[in-house]
């Protein structure tokens, strides 16, 4: 494994072949700096502590120096306040000799209790001077309280004086030995201080620079793993399959490279079948074209079925579209010449009821009216050619075949004059109850699409048609009429009564015609059931 330091790349192997999780060689990692950090740290403080300790020595040793100076200046202020009384005779200057006195043997305890080297010594001196020195004070004071002021002076001069100038040289000492020991211990803080700043610097950068050798040993192998997988999965994005990775680690990483050479055979795997199906497809591309073609014209011909099939919802009943669409029965839009029977139907009165209606009650009414004529049209099979306006025209045997066709539109006929009955009971038109007049004729008619490429409709034409739309004008409200062809065929089902021979506008000769009275032996029209 190259790395930028190459004098480090064995200890880098190490590390990386080291059977140890990332997770645990990065924790051990950060555990050797943390005690680094802590041992400097460590460091630091016993230096403080230390240092602490010879500024606390170097202030004991100043304020030995100080109190020596104390003991030297009692001592002669008490010699200057002798002299003041043995002179003047002043009692004050005898008081101030006395604090003077205690002053100095108060600082003698205190020092002497602290003494140590050379001082024991001076202060053994100290202490001899200091008898010598009592003795004389004695004295003095004695000849001084008897009014000897003179003789006082005398033994003043001749032996307390003397005794009082040993006792300051001997302070001096005092101070010269605890300013050497201070100055001593200032050197030593400095030297201290010198050599901790070495010993810190040293101990920071020993941290620092293992801190940076532990990142570098630690790094490398995860950045090299990093580098070798993406090299590999760069080779693998451009299709060279055969090169596997090989790394040093022991770790999470291993895992990796293993899957990633997993997933690169796997690739070449599917490479290899991807040609091979690749080849496939190619031969078989000729015969997907065919299917396609076979396919689209399927389509097409199903769009169509889906546009009759709407087409013929428009007229026919739901079951009838869908035994043409399922195939029971073929039906073919284009012209033919068929026998049908056809029916109008037409509302009574209603022109004088719309003049006199609001729109939304015209509106209304109709709907419902023609709704319920439209579920009997579909209940008996036939064919919805248009509304026209109040009315409607039907015709049966054709899209479908229906032997019956005659029996199915007088039945249905009937049925919507109960129904208009049904109708007229909920509400009226105008001033009379609903009515209905109904026309219905057999015969040869052409039926077939008829109109223009904007619009198209299925209907029927003829003079049966003509015939069909006459007879529903003869008819009075709640009649049926029905033509002798249409009678012909349905003689064993009602019973009818002969009307005219009627003369109506289109045809040469009067026209014999049926009025439909009820169901053989049963209730006539209009009558309860």
């Not at 000492?173 to 100055?183: K, M, N, S």
Request: proline letters at 3%.
């Amino acid at each position: 494994m190259g790395t930028p330091i190459p004098l480090l790349d064995p200890i880098v192997a190490v590390v990386a072949g080291w059977r140890a999780s990332l997770h645990k060689k990065l924790l051990i990692g950060f555990l050797l700096v943390l005690v680094l950090v802590f041992g400097t740290a460590l460091l630091g403080l016993l230096l403080m502590q230390r240092a602490s300790a010879q500024a606390n020595r170097i202030a004991s040793l100043t304020d030995r120096v100080v109190n020596a100076g104390r003991m030297e200046y009692a001592i002669t202020a008490s010699m200057h306040f002798r002299a003041m009384h043995l002179l003047t005779g002043d009692p004050a200057n005898d008081k101030k000799l006395v604090t003077a006195r205690q002053t100095f043997s108060t600082l003698l305890g205190s020092m002497e209790a602290a003494a140590e080297g050379q001082e024991r010594e001076v202060f053994q001196k100290i202490r001899e001077a200091s008898l010598k020195y009592a003795m004389s004070g004695q004295q003095v004071d004695g000849r001084a309280h008897g009014k000897d002021l003179k003789g006082a002076m005398a033994i003043h001069l001749k032996e307390e004086h003397p005794e009082s100038h040993e006792l300051e040289a001997l302070a001096r000492d005092l101070i010269r030995i605890a300013g050497e020991r201070r100055d001593a211990s200032v050197r030593a803080v400095q030297r201290d201080s010198r050599a901790g700043k070495v010993l810190l610097g040293g101990a920071g950068l020993a941290s620092v620079g293992l801190a940076l050798f532990l990142g570098y040993v630690l790094s490398w192998p995860i950045l090299g793993a990093v580098r070798q997988l993406d090299d590999h999965m760069g080779r693998v994005s451009r299709g060279e399959l055969q090169q596997e990775i090989v790394i040093p680690n022991r770790d999470e990483f291993q895992g990796l490279a293993d899957k990633a050479n997993e997933m690169m055979r796997a690739l070449a795997r599917a490479r290899e079948d991807l040609m091979r199906e690749h080849e496939a497809v190619k031969s078989q591309a000729g015969r997907l074209d065919e299917m396609n073609r076979q396919l689209e014209a399927r389509v097409l011909s199903q769009v169509d079925e889906i546009e009759r099939t709407r087409r013929l919802s428009s007229y026919l009943a739901p079951q009838v579209v869908r035994a043409i669409t399922s195939g029971e029965h073929t039906f073919a839009m284009a012209n033919a010449r068929k026998q049908l029977t056809i029916l109008f139907a037409d509302i009574r009165g209603f022109t004088a009821f719309s003049d006199v209606a609001e729109p939304e009650e015209v509106i209304t009414f109709l709907n419902t009216y023609l709704s319920r004529m439209t579920d009997l049209v579909f209940k008996y099979e036939g064919t919805l050619d248009k509304f026209l306006g109040d009315g409607m025209l039907v015709f049966f045997n054709d899209p479908v075949p229906q032997p019956d066709h005659a029996k199915r539109a007088v039945q249905m006929a009937m049925d919507m004059q109960e129904k208009a009955r049904e109708i007229s009971s909920e509400g009226s038109v105008g001033d009379s109850p609903l009515s209905v007049g109904i026309g219905i004729s057999t015969g040869y008619v052409t039926v077939g699409t008829i109109g223009s490429e904007h619009r198209m409709e299925y209907t029927v034409i003829g003079t049966q048609v003509n015939l069909a739309a006459r007879l529903v004008n003869v008819a009075e409200p709640g009649q049926i009429i029905i033509s002798q062809r249409t009678c012909e065929l349905v003689r064993d089902l009602v019973d009818v009564v002969e009307v005219g021979p009627l003369t109506v506008k289109g045809f040469q000769k009067p026209v014999v015609a049926y009025s439909v009275l009820g169901v053989k032996g049963g209730p006539r029209l209009g009558q309860p059931a």
